[in-house]
């Protein structure tokens, strides 16, 4: 399968015709014109017979009466109008088609849909199509966003490097809320919906070939072929990590998507062998999803899994070393050059080995230093830095030191942290500061084991 050069014109279109704009503020086709009218920069043609203007722009009764040229057309108009509105489509030649309209199979709606994925089919050389029933695409480079949820409800979040692809709308938003909370960089984002032309493996294929894209996390009910899907995950999945999250994994959950984007959700079977037989990385939430996603956008290619632990908390110390335990990675041992370093300048109560406990009257200095000497040392591949800042000594300005640390890309390293609001307030900090950080060992050996196997 080859690239198709009219998926670009999905991400990168320089005018816009959004079929089905309105002025009643409430509706989809108004919100998605609102989003390309604030900040996309090229040019935005509504389309609505009804009417000469929405919002101080001229309106256009069918996109065909548009003299200039259009890349991309986001239909929004009822179920019952599509196929016409599509064809009109067709006559203009535009390349790109988001349909977000639903109302076709996933309601039993078969003769509409069946007509609708006829004409697709018959003419994909003109025209690739997203859609139904879908929140279609989101490009935070250049403020692509056909997404209906407003943004005062459904945060944007800031440019980067993880792109996200969803069969679900909802589950896809979801996503978006919390990279947008968590201050998380997306490069692009698409819910796909029923898929009735552009598929799952299209927009892999796609973002594997994106230079924006670093990883790809993707939420799948349903693949539209799964022999086809197995043989382009193979080389695909080595070009760059794909992190995937499957649907419908219990019997009631694939009855349901059955009623959710009208696909079949697969024999689980196929799909756990799917993953042996890859290298794509298996999410077993949603959480994961998350986890891992964070892990693998901003920590540098490990050099192995041997993990090296620094704590000011015993206890918490002891937890990270059962989980990495339990998940199979390796706990490092330091030099004896490291550990002769690191002896004359700690007070002889500080335990030096792994894990390496810094105890109750930690210091930002003896972070530091401790921290500087284990990502000097080649018997040390990943390091977990726990940091209770509930002890005296910590202070604000640790936030610095590791992010300083953290910005040699020496060795990935992560933090772990536990408490209320103070320790949040400073696990926020962190990751402003691109640092990873976690709450619970289990988590963050989960997200490495998932990193190391993958480069391994």
Request: proline share 4%.
């Amino acid at each position: 399968m080859s690239l198709d050069k009219k998926l670009h014109y999905f991400f990168y279109p320089e005018n816009v015709a959004v079929i089905g704009a309105s002025r009643s503020i409430s509706s989809v086709g108004r919100v998605v014109l609102e989003n390309f009218a604030g900040h996309f920069k090229g040019k935005v043609f509504p389309i609505n017979p009804n009417t000469e203007e929405i919002m101080g722009i001229k309106t256009h009764k069918k996109v065909s009466d548009v003299r200039e040229k259009i890349d991309l057309a986001v239909i929004c108009v009822p179920s019952k109008f599509v196929v016409s509105v599509f064809k009109d489509s067709l006559k203009k030649k535009i390349p790109a088609v988001i349909i977000v309209s639903a109302g076709f199979n996933e309601i039993g709606n078969h003769e509409l849909a069946d007509e609708l994925k006829t004409l697709i089919n018959k003419n994909k050389e003109i025209c690739r199509v997203i859609g139904p029933n879908c929140l279609g695409v989101l490009n935070t480079e250049n403020s692509v966003d056909s997404l209906f949820l407003p943004a005062y409800k459904l945060g944007r979040p800031k440019n980067g490097n993880i792109s996200f692809i969803s069969q679900s709308g909802a589950l896809g938003s979801t996503v978006l809320d919390w990279a947008s909370m968590k201050k998380y960089g997306v490069s692009k984002f698409i819910s796909y919906g029923n898929a009735f032309d552009v598929n799952e493996l299209d927009l892999i294929e796609y973002l594997v070939h994106d230079e924006k894209t670093k990883v790809i996390c993707a939420y799948i009910e349903g693949l539209a072929d799964g022999r086809k899907f197995f043989e382009k995950i193979k080389s695909l999945s080595k070009k760059k990590p794909v992190i995937l999250l499957k649907g419908g994994t219990s019997e009631k959950g694939g009855k349901a998507v059955l009623s959710h984007t009208a696909s079949l959700a697969g024999n689980n079977e196929a799909f756990n062998a799917l993953f042996k037989q890859t290298k794509l990385i298996k999410a077993e939430n949603l959480m994961e999803l998350f986890d891992f996603a964070r892990v693998f956008s901003r920590l540098q290619k490990p050099t192995g899994n041997r993990i090296q632990i620094i704590t000011d908390g015993g206890g918490y110390g002891i937890l990270m070393v059962d989980s990495i335990e339990k998940y199979g990675l390796t706990m490092a041992k330091p030099r004896k050059e490291t550990v002769q370093k690191l002896k004359k300048i700690m007070p002889p109560y500080v335990i030096i080995d792994n894990p390496i406990d810094l105890t109750g009257d930690a210091t930002n200095e003896r972070y530091l230093d401790t921290v500087k000497a284990c990502l000097n040392d080649n018997n040390i591949d990943l390091l977990a830095i726990i940091i209770l800042y509930q002890v005296p000594k910590i202070d604000s300005s640790i936030i610095e030191v590791i992010a300083g640390l953290n910005d040699l890309h020496k060795k990935p390293l992560v933090v772990l942290s536990v408490g209320g609001e103070y320790s949040e307030l400073h696990q926020r900090e962190l990751e402003k500061e691109g640092v990873v950080n976690f709450s619970y060992p289990f988590e963050a050996v989960k997200s490495l084991k998932a990193f190391t196997e993958y480069y391994k």
